[in-house]
Structure formats: structure tokens, C-alpha cells
Antibody
Framework: EVQLVQSGAEVKKPGESLKISCKGS????????IGWVRQMPGKGLEWMGI????????RYSPSFQGQVTISADKSISTAYLQWSSLKASDTAMYYC????????????WGQGTLVTVSS | EIVLTQSPGTLSLSPGERATLSCRAS???????LAWYQQKPGQAPRLLIY???SRATGIPDRFSGSGSGTDFTLTISRLEPEDFAVYYC??????????FGQGTKVEIK
């Protein structure tokens, strides 16, 4: 069974750093892209970027380039999304999801990680 | 960047009725690389339709997708109680980014 299990909810202060995770199982982790999607409170879905764990090829939405870093550790089948300095506007639910090829939809999703940034 | 515009914003219907949701792209979507997702409150999105008209694994046949170029439609033939949710379209033929529409909420009338 394909599963993407994300790390738990986080409460942080502005300016703090954060790294959240997404662990894949039940499939070949290095053969699928992992994408990250933001959903701000009460809002829609925003595509942030994707990584191919097989070779760490990473692509970002222009809206998120430079704001976050996507990485992966294929030895433990885990992808990451990190911030070096959080802002209140980063408060959102973050989902990871699997994508087979460059031009494929997001077919399996993690349960989401809620990030709250507040002073 | 391709912009997707969904309409209507909210659709108020009764169980058993037909739902027709629209997704219009600002430019042609390559090879119909258009997907539809369903999201219920407190849950992650779920893939319903890919390639504009192919149902994902386990999706009931009351869900169907159609369209090409810049105009796409998701149809739910007879609404079941569990179908009341928010629906998003996404284009993935011009990546990055794999932009989403703003969503259509299907609510109980």
C-alpha cells in the first residue's frame, strides 16, 4: 500500500527555522517525484515545487523559489520542506504528494502538516 | 504561467442532481494534462480525474471529465451525500508550476 506519512504539527515564532518531512512507503521512492502543496487557512491549493529523490532534481514555482528549500534523503525514503526564517504568512497546511513523471498528476497525498507561525 | 479559472465558485445542489463544474485555462493545456481533485473538510485532496477524462483508481463512474485546449469540465452525474466537497482542477503539462484553479465548492441545497 502506497503511503506518504508527514511529520506532526508545528508551532513556531517568526524568524525561526523549520524542516518538515514526508516519508514514503509501499513503492519505489526513488522512481517518483514528491511535490509540495500549500493551503493557507480557508484558501485553495498552491503548487510549491517538486523533487525527484532518485537524483535530487528539484523544481520550484516562481512564487516559492528562494522562500523554501525542498530536499530528499533517499536512504530513508523521506522528502523535506524547510524554511530558514519563518513569517506569519507561512501559516498554512502543507501537503506532500507523489507524482510519477514530469507530466503526471499528484496521485497519492500525505495527510498534511499544519504549520503555525505566531509571536 | 497558465492561470486556471474555475466556475462557479459555489454550486448549490440536492443529492441526486447533476453537477457540472468548469475549468478554463489562460492558454492551451498541453496534451490535456488536466486533473481534477476532490477535497473534503479536514482531509487531503484526492485525485479523481487525470488526462482530462481518465478516472483514477477506485473513482466511481458517476464522475467524468471532458474537454481539451482551454476548456474543461467535471461532471458528477448524480450527486451522492459524500460528493459534497471542494473540487480543484490542476494543469500539469506546463511545469513548473503545476498550477491549480481556485476551487469550486459543491454544497447541499
Amino acid at each position: 500500500e502506497v503511503q506518504l506519512v508527514q511529520s506532526g504539527a508545528e508551532v513556531k515564532k517568526p524568524g525561526e527555522s523549520l524542516k518538515i518531512s514526508c516519508k514514503g512507503s509501499g513503492y519505489s521512492f526513488t522512481s517518483y517525484w514528491i511535490g509540495w502543496v500549500r493551503q493557507m487557512p480557508g484558501k485553495g491549493l498552491e503548487w510549491m515545487g517538486i523533487i525527484y529523490p532518485g537524483d535530487s532534481d528539484t523544481r520550484y514555482s516562481p512564487s516559492f523559489q528562494g522562500q523554501v528549500t525542498i530536499s530528499a534523503d533517499k536512504s530513508i525514503s523521506t522528502a523535506y520542506l524547510q524554511w530558514s526564517s519563518l513569517k506569519a504568512s507561512d501559516t498554512a497546511m502543507y501537503y506532500c504528494a507523489r507524482q510519477h513523471g514530469d507530466y503526471d498528476p499528484l496521485d497519492y497525498w500525505g495527510q498534511g502538516t499544519l504549520v503555525t507561525v505566531s509571536s | 504561467e497558465i492561470v486556471l479559472t474555475q466556475s462557479p465558485g459555489t454550486l448549490s445542489l440536492s443529492p441526486g442532481e447533476r453537477a457540472t463544474l468548469s475549468c478554463r485555462a489562460s492558454q492551451s493545456v498541453s496534451s490535456s494534462y488536466l486533473a481534477w481533485y476532490q477535497q473534503k473538510p479536514g482531509q487531503a485532496p484526492r485525485l479523481l480525474i487525470y488526462g482530462a477524462s481518465s478516472r483514477a483508481t477506485g473513482i466511481p463512474d458517476r464522475f467524468s471529465g471532458s474537454g481539451s485546449g482551454t476548456d474543461f469540465t467535471l461532471t458528477i452525474s448524480r450527486l451522492e451525500p459524500e460528493d459534497f466537497a471542494v473540487y480543484y482542477c490542476q494543469q500539469y503539462g506546463s511545469s513548473p508550476p503545476g498550477t491549480f484553479g481556485q476551487g469550486t465548492k459543491v454544497e447541499i441545497k
